[in-house]
């Protein structure tokens, strides 16, 4: 075996190096005690050794308790190699009943999907946003946001059809209708609220398509 032929060449060096016989065959035995004693601590430990798992539930006070003793039990009695460890959660927490962030002014909030409601008639528009919610209302409009005067700017359904109907729209006009971070999930969202209020104001049937439909 290999590890002969290197021990022996081990054993030829230590003993040209003036090392004594039963010093070296000591440390030898030694090392090779310890090899057998992990070899068997890591067989012991890999049969043994519980698996340990998680589960979450809500806290229903003593309803939860008798789940748990009723859990714990079936685990132990069919398998008893598995260590359960039940973490029970409350939505009664401390940030449900205080703020701790200052909240964000509705003039800056972003990716918003709105609804714009004629002062006039009963048509309306709705449409999204990615941007600050008070520099797309100043688009619909048509005032600059820095001096609140008319401008020309960007040209939509909304301000089309006040100018030409000679109606008119206000801040109070538009209001916000869904949130999503996700642009994704947000295109989606307008896409449904368009399907189900069918706006006439909507030039775009969907920003994304929608398959189910």
Same mark, same amino acid.
């Given at each position: 075996?290999?590890?002969?032929?290197?021990?022996?060449?081990?054993?030829?060096?230590?003993?040209?190096?003036?090392?004594?016989?039963?010093?070296?065959?000591?440390?030898?035995?030694?090392?090779?005690?310890?090899?057998?004693?992990?070899?068997?601590?890591?067989?012991?430990?890999?049969?043994?050794?519980?698996?340990?798992?998680?589960?979450?539930?809500?806290?229903?006070?003593?309803?939860?308790?008798? @789940?748990?003793?009723?859990?714990?039990?079936? &685990?132990?009695?069919?398998?008893?190699?598995?260590? +359960? !460890? /039940?973490?029970? =959660?409350?939505?009664?927490?401390?940030?449900?009943?205080?703020?701790?962030?200052?909240?964000?002014?509705?003039?800056?909030?972003?990716?918003?999907?709105?609804?714009?409601?004629?002062?006039?008639?009963?048509?309306?528009?709705?449409?999204?946003?990615?941007?600050?919610?008070?520099?797309?209302?100043?688009?619909?409009?048509?005032?600059?946001?820095?001096?609140?005067?008319?401008?020309?700017?960007?040209?939509?359904?909304?301000?089309?059809?006040?100018?030409?109907?000679?109606?008119? @729209?206000?801040?109070?006009?538009?209001?916000? &209708?869904?949130?999503?971070?996700?642009?994704?999930? +947000? !295109? /989606?969202?307008? =896409?449904?609220?368009?399907?189900?209020?069918?706006?006439?104001?909507?030039?775009?049937?969907?920003?994304?398509?929608?398959?189910?439909?």
């Amino acid at each position: 075996m290999l590890i002969h032929v290197e021990v022996t060449k081990l054993i030829s060096i230590l003993r040209s190096n003036g090392y004594p016989l039963a010093v070296i065959n000591k440390c030898i035995s030694v090392f090779f005690d310890k090899v057998k004693g992990n070899k068997k601590k890591d067989q012991t430990d890999s049969e043994e050794e519980p698996q340990v798992l998680s589960l979450f539930l809500p806290y229903l006070g003593e309803a939860s308790l008798r @789940i748990k003793r009723s859990i714990t039990k079936y &685990i132990k009695q069919n398998i008893p190699n598995c260590k +359960l !460890r /039940i973490v029970f =959660s409350s939505k009664r927490r401390l940030s449900n009943f205080f703020k701790f962030k200052d909240r964000i002014p509705d003039s800056l909030q972003s990716h918003l999907v709105y609804k714009i409601q004629c002062a006039d008639c009963n048509l309306c528009y709705i449409g999204l946003l990615e941007r600050h919610f008070k520099v797309r209302s100043y688009d619909h409009l048509g005032l600059s946001i820095l001096t609140n005067k008319p401008i020309k700017g960007v040209e939509t359904s909304m301000k089309t059809h006040w100018r030409s109907k000679n109606h008119h @729209i206000t801040t109070d006009s538009i209001s916000v &209708i869904a949130r999503e971070e996700n642009s994704f999930h +947000l !295109r /989606i969202k307008e =896409s449904l609220l368009i399907k189900r209020d069918q706006p006439i104001l909507n030039s775009n049937v969907y920003s994304t398509p929608l398959y189910l439909f």
